[in-house]
């Protein structure tokens, strides 16, 4: 049996699907018990609640022998990594407390850095506190930026008429289409083919520099001279306070910025065939240019 947290997300739904067509018993796993619906009706066992709640995680475990373990994110807190380290505490416990064989876990590119990593402060801690777990065999899957972000940009590009972003226009940066993401850990968990501690890096089709992006974008949207804007650390957390989250998580995503501006994120990190996944962005913009016409 298999437990899939984040079942109702972007990339556990797609973890969860793979996994019962494959023919395997699943527990889904997510809040909302509507969304979850549609994983019961596909056969899932399903379990609604607050992975911050220790008690809920290790109910929500039991029977399982692998998982796939996802940290959500969380724009009202006023602690992110603090936040990021509680859903980790609770999922290890669990998976300990149910004598789990196997964890798949959704980190990030930049979850190597001790320190200085924003957003993904909270991935690196998960990775270590995994990597402590005696006897359960863990990888932790390390995805470049999610494609999906971008539907976040629709209002801006619709408003000020240009993609806006804290990232140097000429860095080339990975992208990938989240369900390439799903499929991945599908894969691994249907095969059971790891062992130990170890992760790998899943960084899209290719790298694209933002001002490639605003351009892709810019076609299929009908505005193909659509400028791409870098703006500041300062610009940045005030547009992520606009946004309604608090300047915490403004501030942790400004320093993320800085990180893969400066090389530390992608510091050492070389593309090659097992971390190159298949959607191109061209592939996505089809989505985005839909979205974009209903919003
Ligand atoms: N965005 C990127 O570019 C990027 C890149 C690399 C890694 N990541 C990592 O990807 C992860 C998040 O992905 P996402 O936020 O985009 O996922 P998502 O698609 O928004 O999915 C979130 C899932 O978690 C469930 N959920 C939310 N809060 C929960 C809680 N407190 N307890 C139990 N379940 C909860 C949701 O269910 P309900 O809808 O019912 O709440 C949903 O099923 C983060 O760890 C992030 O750091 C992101």
Redesign the pocket.
């Known amino acids: 049996m298999y437990a899939v947290?984040?079942?109702?997300?972007?990339?556990?739904?797609v973890v969860a699907e793979e996994l019962l067509k494959a023919g395997k018993e699943v527990i889904a796993?997510?809040?909302?018990e509507e969304?979850?619906a549609q994983l019961e009706a596909a056969g899932a066992e399903v379990h609604?609640?607050?992975?911050?709640?220790k008690d809920f995680a290790e109910k929500a475990l039991k029977g399982a022998k692998a998982a796939y373990i996802?940290?959500?994110?969380?724009f009202s807190t006023s602690d992110y990594r603090a936040f990021?380290s509680q859903?980790s505490g609770s999922l290890a416990s669990a998976v300990m407390a149910n004598d789990l064989t196997h964890v798949v876990t959704?980190?990030?590119?930049g979850a190597q850095m001790p320190e200085k990593g924003g957003?993904?402060q909270?991935?690196h801690d998960m990775e270590q506190m995994f990597n402590a777990l005696a006897g359960v065999n863990v990888l932790h899957l390390?995805?470049?930026?999610?494609m999906?972000?971008l539907f976040s940009m629709i209002p801006v590009i619709k408003n000020m008429n240009m993609l806006v972003s804290g990232i140097r226009p000429d860095l080339p940066v990975p992208m990938?289409a989240?369900p390439d993401i799903g499929m991945l850990a599908a894969r691994h968990l249907k095969m059971l083919d790891f062992s130990n501690k170890g992760h790998q890096y899943v960084l899209g089709a290719r790298d694209y520099t933002y001002p490639e992006v605003a351009a892709l974008l810019g076609r299929y949207i009908g505005k193909p001279d659509l400028p791409y804007v870098q703006v500041g650390p300062d610009q940045l957390i005030e547009s992520f306070m606009q946004m309604g989250a608090t300047r915490n998580i403004g501030e942790v995503y400004a320093q993320f910025t800085e990180a893969m501006n400066n090389g530390s994120v992608m510091d050492g990190v070389e593309r090659n065939a097992g971390n190159t996944t298949p959607t191109l962005l061209d592939e996505f913009a089809v989505l985005f240019a839909e979205a974009y016409k209903l919003n």
């Open positions: 947290t984040g079942a109702t997300g972007k990339t556990g739904l796993i997510g809040r909302n969304k979850l609604a609640g607050d992975l911050l709640d996802m940290i959500p994110q969380n990021q859903i959704l980190s990030s590119v957003i993904v909270g991935l390390r995805p470049g930026f999610f999906e972000n990938v989240t």
